[in-house]
């Protein structure tokens, strides 16, 4: 209303949210931006060896993240773009959760290690507690998948082939978080950029293999394969820093029957039965699995109750 009906006035709001954000935080924590006489140079250094790899880490991730429609673009058509924009739709539920999580477990586990840097049993029931509640939503909305198209539209039952792979997406990123923590307990983040180097590579070549024939459904599934392997690079540079026990056996053995789930779904008509009941098949499957060793039983004695204290 106040700029022009284009992408300029999106431009413009944009800055301006940011900007009103930027100058309301700095007044919250005015006592803090003080000017300062002395420059130490020494911290200095030590924020910029920690700050810098995250310049080309991002630029990876840019292109991790639009590496897919590239391709879909590049050797495909409007139409397959489009479906695949429509199935990232399907799955915001989880990306919601995802980005809410992450805000929240990021400085909590920071506080954490910075009070009991040998209580590495916290990190790992965490992992076991919230991977299971991600595969679980993650199936829940598969199932359900062929009932939004009674609200969302006709329009994106096509796309309901490609949702269960861009599942993988905010799931393998949730996981990452989960498992990768060690990198920047140790403040080693140029291994969050080798991470997502080795992931755009996969990327980049499963695009080019993938694609042309598949169309988006090749893209969905380079795309999960590229944020699983993103996942296991962060987790092994993590480990090899600041190991914890992980429930890792039962966290790839769900991503791979997730996975394989995925590609028989493809195949799948989306009205047809088998699209609602193999997902919580497989949810209840997942939770035998993680059931297992009295896990679940250990999370409600040793987890809930200090986060709810």
């Known amino acids: ?67 897919d429609k590239i391709a879909i673009k590049q050797f495909s058509d409007f139409q397959e773009l489009g479906l695949y924009n429509a199935a990232f739709k399907l799955v915001a539920v989880i990306n919601v959760a995802k980005v809410g999580f992450i805000d929240f477990w990021i400085p909590t586990s920071l506080e954490h290690f910075e009070k009991n840097k040998d209580d590495r049993g916290f990190y790992a029931r965490m992992a076991l507690m919230v991977s299971l509640i991600a595969i679980i939503l993650s199936l829940g909305v598969l199932a359900a998948s062929p009932l939004l198209i009674n609200f969302l539209g006709a329009e994106y039952r096509e796309a309901l082939y490609i949702m269960p792979f861009l599942l993988f997406v905010p799931i393998m990123n949730l996981f990452s978080e989960l498992t990768g923590r060690g990198i920047g307990f140790m403040k080693k983040t140029k291994f969050n950029m080798y991470a ?34 993103f996942f296991v690079s962060k987790t092994f540079f993590s480990q ?51 059931h297992r060793g009295n896990d679940l039983l250990v999370l409600q004695k040793s987890l809930y109750k200090p986060i709810l204290a």
């Open 196 to 229: 997502s180097f080795f992931a755009v590579v996969v990327n980049l070549g499963l695009n080019y293999a993938l694609v042309p024939s598949w169309g988006a459904v090749g893209a969905a599934t380079a795309t999960a394969v590229a944020y699983y392997v």
């Open 1 to 67: 209303l106040w700029v022009e009906p284009t992408f300029y006035a999106i431009i413009y709001s944009v800055f301006l949210g940011h900007l009103v954000c930027l100058i309301y935080g700095i007044w919250l924590e005015r006592d803090i931006w003080q000017p300062q006489l002395k420059i130490d140079w020494l911290e200095i250094k030590e924020l910029l060896s920690f700050g810098m790899p995250y310049v080309p880490t991002f630029l990876l991730i840019w292109l991790l993240q639009g590496m």
């Open 240 to 290: 090899r820093l600041f190991h914890v026990p992980f429930p890792l056996l039962k966290m790839n053995v769900s991503v791979l029957l997730m996975g394989l789930l995925s590609g028989f779904l493809v195949g799948t008509q989306p009205g047809h039965i088998l699209f609602i009941a193999l997902p919580l098949l497989l949810a209840i499957g997942v939770v035998a699995l993680y």
